[in-house]
């Protein structure tokens, strides 16, 4: 299936008509109509993430990356600011208000240092509907936003051809761009089966809907399991009956 196929399948099946599947890779060309944040070093990027899955693209480059934090975890800076160790944890001195993550410095130094983003190899980090993908083009990795019912069926299906792994999706410390974006893309270039719950972000979640979590993985394991749909429990009564009150 193509990756609008599969979108297709996905939002038909999940029920996703609200917010949609994007896809995420990297590009040297701006799709048109594009949302990018206009000033570096200023806003959040998570908001538009979440903007890009109602329909429009949205874009990061060098140029563009909204606060400190999305600028590394994204891959075009070696560092966030300096002391971002005692902004996460619970230094009381630090010059701005800790955000009480980690329970000290070295845990969030340690933490920081072992992130290691794929670094962009062209000018635009990309994240726009799957359905928009055409052609030949498909993406690294793919992100939802998710209710607890949606995000039941995708935990099943992820599990239909290996019930007995526990590995297979992991819900690890991370910030929302992390988790949708970093993780998934380090995922897809390791050529790992895996997809990551996220937006569990505190920070974060007070710029979200209080009933969506997100739901990433590298897009050929998507590709993969998306074959099975029509053999799964989404023929079922019971799926039919959850997907009524979606």
């Not at 933490?111 to 983003?117: A, E, S, T």
């Not at 498909?138 to 051809?161: G, I, R, T």
């Not at 999706?169 to 993780?183: D, R, V």
Request: glycine share 4%; net charge negative.
């Amino acid at each position: 299936m193509t990756p609008s196929e599969i979108a297709k399948t996905l939002i038909e099946n999940l029920k996703l008509e609200k917010y949609k599947p994007c896809g995420v890779h990297f590009s040297d060309v701006k799709p048109e109509n594009a949302l990018e944040i206009k000033k570096k070093g200023n806003g959040c990027v998570v908001p538009l993430i979440l903007k890009a899955s109602s329909g429009v693209a949205f874009v990061v480059s060098e140029d563009s990356t909204g606060w400190p934090c999305s600028a590394f975890y994204l891959g075009f800076q070696d560092t966030i600011f300096e002391g971002i160790e005692y902004f996460l944890s619970n230094k009381d001195d630090f010059w701005r208000p800790c955000e009480k993550f980690i329970q000290s410095p070295a845990l969030a130094k340690s933490f920081v240092n072992n992130v290691n983003p794929v670094i962009p190899d062209k000018k635009y980090v990309v994240i726009k509907p799957l359905e928009d993908f055409s052609g030949e083009e498909k993406p690294e990795s793919v992100l939802f936003f998710v209710n607890a019912d949606q995000l039941s069926a995708l935990s099943f299906l992820m599990h239909y051809d290996a019930p007995e792994r526990f590995d297979r999706i992991i819900a690890p410390f991370a910030s929302s761009c992390m988790a949708t974006i970093t993780y998934p893309l380090k995922m897809a270039r390791n050529n790992e089966e895996q997809a990551i719950i996220g937006n569990f972000d505190i920070a974060a979640r007070t710029r979200m809907p209080a009933d969506l979590l997100s739901f990433a993985l590298p897009y050929r394991f998507l590709e993969r399991m998306a074959a099975f749909i029509p053999e799964s429990f989404f023929t079922t009564h019971n799926w039919a009956t959850i997907k009524e009150r979606i």
